[in-house]
């Protein structure tokens, strides 16, 4: 099993910046790709930014210059830093893991969630 602990959500004015982090523990023998989804309230769950353990991103078009994911290996952390924020960037932000647990195959792991909340 992968645990996760999210943290860094909250109440931001448009305009405003917050950061969210994300640490994953367990039997991890490697991740692969860590990444950042989120589910807009009515809304299906959309990618929002990924990395590779090699440093590799992408993101999505609507955050492209305004968001930047970044990642430590050594602690299994994936960290989002969200700037110039959107009232459209109101969501449930997930964290994601592809990777590899000992003695379990290649495996998709989901966080709980963190609420971020861009109003005035």
């Known amino acids: 099993q992968v645990q996760f602990v999210e943290s860094g959500g909250g109440l931001v004015q448009p305009g405003g910046s917050l950061r969210l982090s994300c640490a994953a523990s367990?039997?991890?023998?490697?991740?692969?790709?860590m990444g950042w989804y989120r589910q807009p309230p009515g809304k299906q769950r959309e990618l929002v930014a990924r990395?590779?353990?090699?440093?590799?991103?992408n993101y999505a078009d609507s955050v492209k210059g305004r968001f930047t994911i970044s990642r430590d290996n050594a602690k299994n952390t994936v960290y989002l830093q969200m700037n110039s924020m959107k009232p459209e960037d109101t969501a449930v932000y997930y964290c994601?893991?592809?990777?590899?647990?000992?003695?379990?195959?290649?495996?998709?792991?989901w966080g709980q969630g963190t609420q971020v909340t861009v109003s005035s």
């Open positions: 367990g039997s991890i023998s490697s991740i692969y790709v």
């Open positions: 990395i590779t353990s090699a440093g590799n991103t």
């Open positions: 994601n893991a592809i990777g590899v647990l000992t003695g379990v195959p290649v495996g998709d792991y």
